[in-house]
């Protein structure tokens, strides 16, 4: 029996749009591969309110991100951490011999705009990777605070993990000022995993060209080339399925309206997070909550494997806390197709499981 996944990601894929998989497939050198890829870019362009570069990878968000910092880094990175993907980055920029510095919350707190002031002011820094939405905690950092710090250092390039926020909430690159902000499609897109997104500016492009060894599959700045110099096609063979799916899915995204679907997920979240309040604890203050997923404090000390048995047996899943928070918290997720009603269910379930 297939369950309902309220994890966050990989979610549901409706079915109209898994059968866009199956399209049959085409040269990716041909005209049509670069009309696919042309298309995707404009809708994305609009989905993530920016005028700069769409680049696609045939990989999760995580090469992208590990490309940004590589390819982009000519000083030092400058890595905030709000968990578990924020330490991620780090490792990523370290493995790869990027000069970098970790700047780190305690688990459950934002980054502050007062963290990012200190640390630039160094001057120390070219880069900086925020995490928007960290999906152990379920904090959202409060990035338009973030952003105006940011602004003040014009040879700083930004980099912003979107990967398990875009598509969900309203994330306005350009006004932000974000250079490269990554995503993955098996968020609140809705697509299968396999297929990674993010805007390349102009800025980073330049800072691309400083820097010598940027790897080669990630490398951004070859990704980039490819659109200018071969008509938006892609240096090696692209995931075609999932860009048939994402051209196909990104039309249905834009019909549902961006302010629908965003508020659509704040609803679930609002509803989420009072059901947390009322029988748990919230992880998340109020003000840095997440409008994708909730991660909500297990006070009742319940065993979550159990619960996700029971879950299981009448067709849904939710998930456990990740890394440190594991037995501590739990997670349930409301991103993509998920609708209020489709929460509502799922909650009543658990009570009944519960016994609450
Ligand atoms: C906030 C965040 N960043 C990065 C990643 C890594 O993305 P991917 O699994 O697509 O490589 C995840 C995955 O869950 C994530 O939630």
Not at 111 to 120: F, G, H
Not at 144 to 155: H, Q, S
Request: hydrophobic share 35%; glycine share 6%; net charge neutral.
């Amino acid at each position: 029996m297939h369950k309902r996944l309220f994890i966050p990601g990989p979610v549901d894929v409706s079915e109209d749009v898994l059968q866009k998989l199956a399209t049959p497939q085409i040269g990716h050198r041909t005209k049509d591969a670069s009309e696919l890829q042309r298309r995707i870019t404009e809708k994305m362009r609009k989905v993530m309110y920016t005028e700069n570069a769409i680049l696609l990878s045939t990989s999760s968000g995580s090469g992208l991100m590990e490309g940004a910092v590589r390819s982009c880094t000519r000083k030092r990175a400058a890595v905030f951490s709000v968990g578990a993907f924020g330490d991620r980055w780090y490792k990523m920029a370290t493995s790869n011999g990027v000069p970098a510095d970790k700047f780190s919350s305690e688990l459950g707190q934002p980054t502050t705009p007062q963290m990012v002031e200190e640390a630039l002011a160094t001057g120390k820094y070219d880069l900086i990777t925020i995490t928007h939405n960290e999906t152990s905690t379920g904090i959202m950092n409060p990035v338009e605070e973030i952003a105006e710090v940011i602004r003040k250092y014009p040879d700083v390039i930004f980099c912003l993990d979107t990967v398990s926020s875009l598509g969900g909430t309203k994330i306005e690159v350009d006004k932000l000022g974000v250079d490269i902000c990554i995503t993955s499609t098996q968020k609140c897109l809705g697509l299968p995993p396999g297929m990674a997104i993010c805007s390349f500016s102009p800025k980073a492009i330049a800072a691309a060209k400083q820097v010598e060894n940027r790897g080669l599959y990630f490398d951004l700045l070859d990704l980039y080339n490819y659109i200018e110099k071969k008509d938006h096609q892609y240096p090696s063979t692209p995931s075609l399925p999932h860009m048939f799916a994402l051209d196909y899915q990104l039309d249905k995204i834009l019909a549902e309206g961006l302010d629908n679907r965003f508020a659509r997920h704040l609803e679930m979240a609002k509803y989420v997070r009072a059901w947390a309040k009322d029988k748990f604890e919230m992880l998340a203050e109020d003000q840095y909550a997440s409008n994708t997923l909730t991660t909500v404090k297990n006070t009742r000390n319940i065993s979550v494997s159990d619960l996700n048995k029971e879950l299981g047996k009448r067709g849904y899943m939710i998930s456990n806390g990740y890394g440190d928070l594991k037995d501590v918290t739990f997670r349930i997720a409301h991103m993509a197709e998920t609708t209020l009603e489709d929460i509502k269910t799922l909650l009543s379930i658990i009570e009944e499981i519960l016994g609450l």
